[in-house]
């Protein structure tokens, strides 16, 4: 069970920084914190706000501003969520002793507040920013039996999605993350193992980062980490080495004219690409946000034959427009 003490970290406390990922990034991650834990009082909001000025004039305008309201839902839903499951001592050392993810979603089994979480994030949704495939999927949702939201949920997180069923899978994505993101932001340092994060996997959960981010600190180069798709968690990993299979040989960087703070590192060997963030090129970036933001760059990797694990979010551009 989440502890009672589970909403302490909605205030901030000493192990729950209220700087997030906004403009006080620079000597937060410049001491080089191997595992970064979501702080649950900004993350959301400071995503919402990130999005909202992202927004006006981008070429994606309609949906930045309809994933800004979603995601401000979410951190609406974060707050009175009933009591959830978490991996105790036991479970934490199995974990552990066997290299897995404590959080992983496909091993740890979840609990009902992510669905809380989706009738919470259904309920607060502002209707004037959906559009018609939007509001179709809501209606659907609200009317879906627990057992096909538990499908449908393990679909999204077994990345089999159905064609059709895209738009709806964007609001089981939002509220998978409220929860996975809580489970996170109660977990103690302690639970990952010691060594430096081998894998591009997050040490919290298991999920592909959406993108990394690079600050000054450390090397003469900064340091590099990965941002969970999934629960927020942030970890540290070598810079210039593919996120997938670990190589370092044969990576390249590309990036569209005139956006610096932004490159795809891309692996020959795997073919296999993720996002890169310059800190120090804008003062303000949220990774997760960010990645929206810059779709155009992976339209332009994919089309040389790279590919990545894509934010949850984008497959709500994936779904037709209208009809
Ligand atoms: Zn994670
Ligand atoms: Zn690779």
Not at 2 to 19: C, E, I, K, W, Y
Not at 259 to 281: D, L, M, N, P, Q
Request: hydrophobic share 40%; with cysteine; proline share 7%.
């Amino acid at each position: 069970m989440v502890p009672p003490g589970s909403r302490q970290a909605l205030s901030s406390g000493p192990d729950n920084p209220t700087t997030g990922f906004g403009e006080n990034i620079l000597g937060e991650v410049a001491e080089g914190n191997r595992v970064r834990l979501p702080d649950l009082a900004t993350i959301f909001q400071r995503r919402a706000q990130r999005l909202q000025a992202l927004a006006p004039g981008h070429e994606l305008e309609g949906f930045l501003r309809l994933i800004a309201a979603l995601v401000a839902a979410q951190h609406e839903a974060l707050a009175g969520l009933p009591p959830g499951s978490l991996p105790g001592p036991a479970e934490i050392a199995k974990a552990k002793l066997v290299k897995r993810a404590p959080l992983d979603p496909l091993t740890w089994p979840r609990d009902d507040s992510w669905r809380v979480a989706l009738s919470r994030i259904l309920e607060k949704l502002d209707d004037s920013v959906l559009p018609e495939p939007a509001r179709q999927a809501r209606l659907a949702l609200g009317r879906a039996s627990p057992q096909d939201l538990e499908a449908l949920a393990d679909r999204f997180l077994g990345g089999d999605i159905a064609a059709g069923e895209a738009a709806r899978t964007v609001f089981v994505a939002a509220a998978l993350q409220v929860a996975w993101t809580r489970m996170a932001a109660l977990l103690d340092k302690e639970d990952f193992g010691a060594s430096e994060a081998e894998g591009g996997e997050c040490p919290a959960c298991g999920s592909p980062p959406v993108s990394g981010l690079i600050s000054p600190g450390g090397t003469k180069f900064g340091h590099r980490h990965l941002h969970c798709s999934l629960c927020a968690t942030s970890w540290r990993y070598v810079r210039v080495r593919c996120v997938h299979c670990g190589s370092t040989d044969k990576i390249s960087f590309r990036n569209l004219a005139g956006t610096a703070y932004v490159r795809a590192e891309c692996c020959e060997v795997c073919h296999g690409y993720s996002k890169v963030f310059y800190i120090e090129a804008v003062r303000v970036l949220e990774p997760f946000a960010d990645d929206l933001a810059s779709l155009g760059l992976d339209v332009l990797v994919g089309e040389e034959g790279f590919s990545r694990v894509s934010n949850p979010f984008v497959l709500g551009v994936m779904e037709p427009a209208d009809g």
